[in-house]
């Protein structure tokens, strides 16, 4: 049984399944199919180079993009002998999805011909399967068709897809199929106690919080500028409703396109090192935490500075509140009041969650006089986690 770090805790939404579903995904999109030709080992050589370094940084899988089927399991065997799940695409599932392509007569995966998924699919270790783009109502009945049956042939398997706002409506997709939030590479929106859903968003009708999408193309090897920048979309992701897990898009980009993380030569610089580990870490301390958290407007909280964001995350019966200084250039040192009344039923004090490496505890803001201020002192993208209690 595949053995993987960042367990999701007992009352995700997340099913629990030792070693496949009771992971919290921390992953980078890795391309494939284009290593045949652009590497003289072959997708394996790359992937036995690659793989170690991306499980150095701190990533417990890899959301796979581009694979032949017989390319697959050399993907599943790397990644095994490297202790990293797998977010696996399946090409006749995405046909499907997309284009209704295959027999639609049979309800079992199988029996089901579209899906035709062999064994090694469906095990450890792959952690979730990627049903592709959803871009309309056909194709998200298509996708609830294909997480149904899998729902009743592999129960812990998860899936997500990539839904196009306004194809499916609420609970039309089930609670089966996690959504990608895609965070655009300029979100960086200023507001206090604002709508979550601003610059991230959680595509139209998605039935749940999903995992969030963070480009690192196109960045600055300035590792201040970089971490201030990943870490500020990270946050953004998490306001949009992006609590399930988190994918670094990608590791290489293809020939023709923009860099990944590493430059076209395979070579991954030390300050891009320490801006995904400073990312990652922060995924780490806080996304088993509050995976599957629906983000909602804070009520009643007062804050002073217009770059600075709050927002109420609420898992079951806890609740978290995040403080994020959007800003990627300036300080923000403010206060910011809450009311005793947050959510469905009163706060008694607010207990800061580490977000980094080393910090044990955090401090506590007692509720006094009907309301609890937290001091804000953030640099520029970064920011606060605080459980209410």
């Known amino acids: 049984m595949l053995s993987l770090t960042g367990g999701i805790p007992p009352g995700c939404t997340s099913p629990a399944a030792p070693g496949r579903s009771g992971i919290y995904p921390i992953a980078i999109r890795y391309t494939v199919e284009p290593l045949r030709l652009s590497d003289a080992g072959g997708p394996a050589g790359a992937m036995d180079r690659d793989f170690p370094r991306i499980r150095e940084l701190g990533f417990n899988a890899v959301f796979v993009s581009h694979v032949a089927s017989e390319d697959r399991d050399t993907v599943l065997r790397a990644a095994r002998s490297h202790n990293l799940g797998v977010i696996l695409p399946h090409r006749p599932i995405l046909r499907y999805v997309c284009s209704g392509a295959g027999d639609e007569k049979s309800s ?88 979550p859903t601003d610059g991230a968003r959680r595509p139209a009708g998605a039935p749940r919080p999903g995992i969030m999408m963070i480009p690192v193309t196109g960045l600055c090897d300035d590792v201040d500028a970089t971490v201030r920048h990943w870490l500020g979309m990270y946050h953004a992701g998490l306001c949009a409703g992006g609590t399930c897990g988190v994918v670094m898009d990608a590791y290489a980009e293809v020939p023709g396109r923009q860099q990944g993380l590493v430059d076209r030569r395979g070579r991954l610089t030390v300050e891009r090192s320490a801006a995904i580990k400073r990312i990652v870490n922060r995924a780490q301390h806080w996304g088993p935490l509050i995976c599957g958290a629906v983000p909602e407007v804070l009520h009643g909280a007062e804050c002073f500075d217009e770059d600075l964001r709050t927002v109420l995350l609420t898992r079951r019966r806890r609740r978290f509140i995040l403080v994020a200084n959007t800003s990627v250039t ?60």
């Open 330 to 389: 300036r300080f923000v040192r403010t206060r910011v009041t809450l009311p005793e009344q947050i959510g469905r039923a009163p706060a008694q004090r607010a207990v800061r969650v580490p977000g980094d490496p080393g910090v044990i505890g955090g401090s506590v803001a007692p509720l006094r006089h009907g309301e609890i201020r937290l001091t804000v002192d953030l640099a520029p993208g970064d920011a606060n986690l605080y459980e209410l209690f």
């Open 108 to 195: 079992s995966v199988s029996e089901w011909g579209p899906v035709g998924l062999s064994s090694s699919a469906l095990e450890p270790p792959v952690v979730m399967l990627h049903l592709g783009r959803v871009g309309d109502a056909p194709a998200a009945a298509r996708a609830a068709r294909v997480a149904d049956a899998l729902a009743r042939s592999a129960p812990d398997l998860r899936v997500c897809a990539t839904i196009a706002p306004g194809c499916a409506r609420p609970g039309e997709l089930g609670t089966a199929v996690i959504p990608i939030v895609t965070v655009p590479a300029s979100d960086h929106v200023s507001g206090c106690a604002s709508d």
